[in-house]
């Protein structure tokens, strides 16, 4: 059974910054892709960062220059470094792989993100 567990979320200020975890373990396969999601409250879920098994990037456009996602492949851990962070950052962030000969979606349970003075 594959896991994924995230941490590092938290209560931080306008320009503040946070870094989140994902770990995943169990039999996963192949991975093709790790990222990052967020969902605010009465929206829907939204990628916000995402890196491929190649390696390619990609960035939603209001977090570019802001947030950076790495990925150690010996620990199967992928990493969401959020600087200056906004109050439109608020939102739990789901940490997401793609992985396997079908390409299945994997989630995390979920981490509060909240930026407020």
């Known amino acids: 059974q594959v896991q994924l567990v995230e941490s590092g979320g938290g209560l931080v200020q306008p320009g503040g910054s946070l870094k989140l975890s994902c770990a995943a373990s169990?039999?996963?396969?192949?991975?093709?892709?790790m990222g990052w999601y967020r969902q605010a409250p009465g929206k829907q879920r939204d990628m916000v960062a995402r890196?491929?098994?190649?390696?390619?990037?990609t960035y939603e456009d209001s977090v570019k220059g802001r947030f950076t996602i790495s990925r150690d492949n010996t620990k199967n851990t992928v990493y969401l470094q959020m600087n200056n962070l906004k109050p439109e950052d608020t939102a739990v962030y789901y940490c997401?792989?793609?992985?396997?000969?079908?390409?299945?979606?994997?989630w995390g349970q979920g981490t509060q993100v909240t930026v407020s003075s």
């Open positions: 890196i491929a098994s190649s390696g390619l990037l």
């Open positions: 997401n792989m793609v992985a396997g000969n079908l390409y299945y979606n994997y």
């Open positions: 169990g039999s996963i396969g192949t991975i093709r892709a």
